[in-house]
């Protein structure tokens, strides 16, 4: 839908993953035209781009990790590579024409809003600074490596790398490598290096619960019915999306029903690993659920073969030339890859963002990032997070819930329109009702039963997960209502 009126806010939108290219697409299709996207690094793509790790790939299902307005009927597997899907957002940035408004290797640094004008003053780190009435983040919440705080790890000699920074120069052939962590990521990139290196010594710390994944290639006269017939496209993915979607409950409300899920992944473990001191040690011992349930066909035969070494002792400290466990066992490596994730639940702090009378972001968030919806913030007037606090899954596609903020967020622009240079600002009371009844959902939920996560912040509370369906998070977002905001005019 067009839009009706010709004077176009300025838009600037910090970040080109599936967020940032999603909304400026929704933005450009409903008239919205001075859009600017920052982007810190040379290429678009956000995670996609960053974890280019081998084996990295998606655990959605390929037809349901994409947007429901830009079908693609190609898809070479069930669940897609990471290259299939950056080429799938290249293609996207070319068909929607967004690299003319898509600006590379612009980090933002700051952002200030200046009520005098209801504007937001934006300034990059290279210390030039651009001006919009609007402010829209889509920085994603996997984006900053976390770095493990081991003693001595500064002081390794050999090569070491972050997962998400995968170092492709260095060949880890018949080399003797130390794996950090077993999320994810690392039950993606483990099989495949188990298969260069000499040794590999796989530091866990909690295993991780691993299904089997039901991955296939796509035959080709499957591709041929999905591009013929669009509708039959459509209908898979309604399959996906059903059959995702009735997991929720599993995990919000009747966590007794994921045991069904345990079982499968003990059977598949004790299929698959002969060695008995490894099965004990890789069959985890809390809810399943309450970290992300993970698919993998090859990690349980990586895991059984004879160069790789599951080591479940605490690590003490990193040495020059190795990992020392708590016991004083010395494993030696050339090299230290670490899978520990990211620090996810910080959002947007390495960004300094100044609201309204000089509130602070990262002050405001000292108890825990909360936003009204997942997307404004009280006191951050027209600012709309995407992918915000509380909007992660579990069970199904981030971008279902992506394209809920991108019709909210349209919706926001639309209500602004009716009052010229005002800015809108989330009631508090609002977000903190909000706030309480998500807090309140997340209660007796399975990431509620003890374990660490990324879902918890340092203080314990879930500032990630969405607690309950996506269709009721699309029918909180489906329109705005006005009374939950004020409309701010510029105090000149
Ligand atoms: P992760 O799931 O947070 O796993 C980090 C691992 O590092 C855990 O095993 C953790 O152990 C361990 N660890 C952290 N600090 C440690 C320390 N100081 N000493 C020893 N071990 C330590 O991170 P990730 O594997 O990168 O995945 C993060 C998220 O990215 C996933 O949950 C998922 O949402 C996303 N992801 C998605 C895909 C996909 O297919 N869509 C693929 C990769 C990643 P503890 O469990 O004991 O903390």
Redesign the pocket.
Known sequence: MQRAHTESPSILIIGTGFGGLGMAIQLKKAGYHNITLLEKASRVGG?WRD?TYPG?????QSHFYSYSFEPKHDWSRK?GLQSEILGYMEHCVEKYGLGEHIRFNSEVSQANFDQRLNRWNVTLTSGETLTARILITATGQ?NQP?C???QGLDHFRGRMFH??RWDHDYDLTGKKVAV?????????FVPEVAKQANTLNL????A?WVLPKPDRPFKPWEQWLFSKLPIWDRLYRYLIYWKNESRALAFTRFNGLLEIFARQARKEAQKRVTDPEKLRKIIPDYQIGC??I?ISNDWYPAINQTNVNLVTD??REVAPDGVVTADGAHYPADAIIL????R?SEFLSPITIIGRNGKNLNEAWKNGAVAFKGITVSGFPNMFMLYGPNT?LAHNSILYMLESQFRYVLDCLKALDKYPGAAMDVREDRQERFSQVVQTGLEGTVWDTG????YLDENGKNTVNWPGFTFTYRFATRHVETADYQFLNPAH
Do not use: E, M
């Open positions: 995670t974890n990295a790939a998606c655990d959605v669940f996997l976390a493990p705080k081991i997962s998400a950090i962590g077993t999320g994810a990521s690392a039950i993606q530091f866990q710390r909690s991780a970290k992300r993970l605490a690590i899978a520990t994730g990211f996810a992660n374990c660490t996560s990324w």
